[in-house]
Every structure is written in structure tokens, then in C-alpha cells.
């Protein structure tokens, strides 16, 4: 398959290819008139470099991680060597973890002064100042 083939199949671009083959993720064999010709395994590699680009890891960790590139990323065969893979997988998913917890956030904040912003002119004054104002320590 040549690389624009390869690009239709994976949904990308020629350049996205080149790049990833400059940065050693992707090595297409080449055919006697220099064209670059890729196994059927280059739509599961570029798959899952994508995926991984797109959760948050540097084709740096991707190098890393390069014999698992080729494999299916869930229920897959075991890539050589896990040890240093998974610690890579490991640093990456606190991270995602923590940009999730930081948009939880973000969006629950919104979604409250969406509400506020929602509420009839008027209602709801008394309890935003009793909230601005602080506990009622008047009271047992």
C-alpha cells in the first residue's frame, strides 16, 4: 500500500505519515523507484499512534513503546519487554486522569453558573448573600 493509500485508510494526512516516520514510528519499506510501501500492519500501527498522540502521549513516550505499536492496544499479545511500557502507559494515565478531574471540575463550576444564570431575576438573592456572607454562627 503507498502512502496516500495508507492515509485514506487511516483517515490522516501524507504529511502526519512522513512525520511519524521521521520520528521512527512508522518504517515503510521502500519499492525499487524509492516509493514508500507499507504492510497491512501500517492501518493498526498508525491507529494506535494516533490514538496514543491523541490521549496525551509524545512520540518520545512512543518510542518508548514502539514494539507495541504493531499489536492491539486491548486484548492484544503482550509486547516485549512491559516493564518500562507500562510504566510509560502508567505516568500517562495519572495525567489524563488528572486532566479529567481538572475538567470535572471546570464543567461542574459551569454548570452552576449556568443554573444561576438560569434562575428568575430576583430568587435565590437571600441565599447567594447568606453564601458570600459566610455560615450564620447566630444560630445553635
Not at 481538572?102 to 430576583?122: F, I, K, M, Q
Amino acid at each position: 500500500m503507498r502512502i496516500g493509500e495508507l492515509a485514506r485508510a487511516t483517515g490522516t494526512t501524507t504529511r502526519a505519515l512522513r512525520y511519524y516516520e521521521e520520528q521512527g514510528l512508522l518504517r515503510p519499506d521502500r519499492s525499487a523507484n524509492g516509493y514508500r510501501s507499507y504492510g497491512d500492519g501500517a492501518v493498526r500501527t498508525v491507529a494506535n499512534i494516533r490514538l496514543l498522540l491523541a490521549s496525551g502521549l509524545t512520540t518520545d513516550d512512543l518510542r518508548l513503546i514502539d514494539g507495541c505499536l504493531r499489536d492491539e492496544l486491548i486484548g492484544g499479545h503482550a509486547c516485549a519487554d512491559p516493564a518500562p511500557k507500562a510504566e510509560v502507559f502508567e505516568q500517562r494515565l495519572a495525567l489524563i486522569q488528572q486532566r479529567i478531574d481538572d475538567l470535572s471540575a471546570v464543567r461542574d463550576r459551569l454548570l452552576d453558573r449556568v443554573s444561576e444564570l438560569r434562575r428568575p431575576p430576583g430568587t435565590g438573592d437571600r441565599e447567594r448573600r447568606a453564601v458570600a456572607s459566610g455560615p450564620d454562627t447566630a444560630t445553635p
